[in-house]
């Protein structure tokens, strides 16, 4: 028997995204970065790119179909609105996108999240992102 999926919504992401679903999109899609076999190099390649802008990220990606989110955040919604809410957060810059560099017949969308301008941007508001300060050491100034 599997266990019950969860969907949080954090206060902060809500104000940052300046709504509850996208703050649960966001959220999930932090929740996948952590399970990412390489978080450590991604967290170390985030700290780098704050650094050096120019850097390409290669480390923290991960795949999702829009109909696995779906389900993930629990919204109750269709994969298109996913879509949509994916795409807010990719302009805003909180999460990158992308096709399978290796495989260019897969259609399945790669995220990253972006630890750095999501703090930066909860700071500028006087918030912070709760865990991940003292938990990835991501400079937020």
Same mark, same amino acid.
């Given at each position: $028997? ?13 104000? @940052? ?7 649960i999109v966001l959220n999930q899609i932090i929740y996948w970065s952590e399970y990412n076999r390489d978080f450590d190099k991604f967290i170390? +390649?985030?700290?780098?790119? =704050?650094?050096?802008?120019?850097m390409e990220l290669t480390q923290g990606w991960f795949f999702k179909t829009a109909k696995e989110l779906a389900e993930d955040t629990l919204?109750?919604?269709? #994969? ?8 807010? @957060?990719?302009? +805003? ?6 096709? =399978? #560099? &290796? $495989? &260019? ?9 972006? @630890? ?12 912070? @992102? ?8 991501? #400079?937020?100034?």
């Amino acid at each position: $028997m599997r266990g019950f999926k969860r969907s949080v919504i954090k206060e902060e992401l809500v104000r @940052l995204t300046g709504d509850y679903k996208s703050a649960i999109v966001l959220n999930q899609i932090i929740y996948w970065s952590e399970y990412n076999r390489d978080f450590d190099k991604f967290i170390t +390649a985030e700290k780098k790119w =704050n650094e050096d802008s120019d850097m390409e990220l290669t480390q923290g990606w991960f795949f999702k179909t829009a109909k696995e989110l779906a389900e993930d955040t629990l919204i109750n919604t269709d #994969p298109s609105s996913i879509r949509r809410y994916v795409k807010k @957060l990719v302009d +805003a810059g909180w999460v990158e996108e992308r096709n =399978n #560099p &290796k $495989m &260019k017949w897969d259609h399945t969308k790669q995220y990253r999240v972006n @630890l750095v301008k999501i703090q930066k941007d909860l700071t500028q508001m006087g918030l912070y @992102l709760e865990g991940y300060n003292n938990k990835t050491d991501i #400079p937020i100034q």
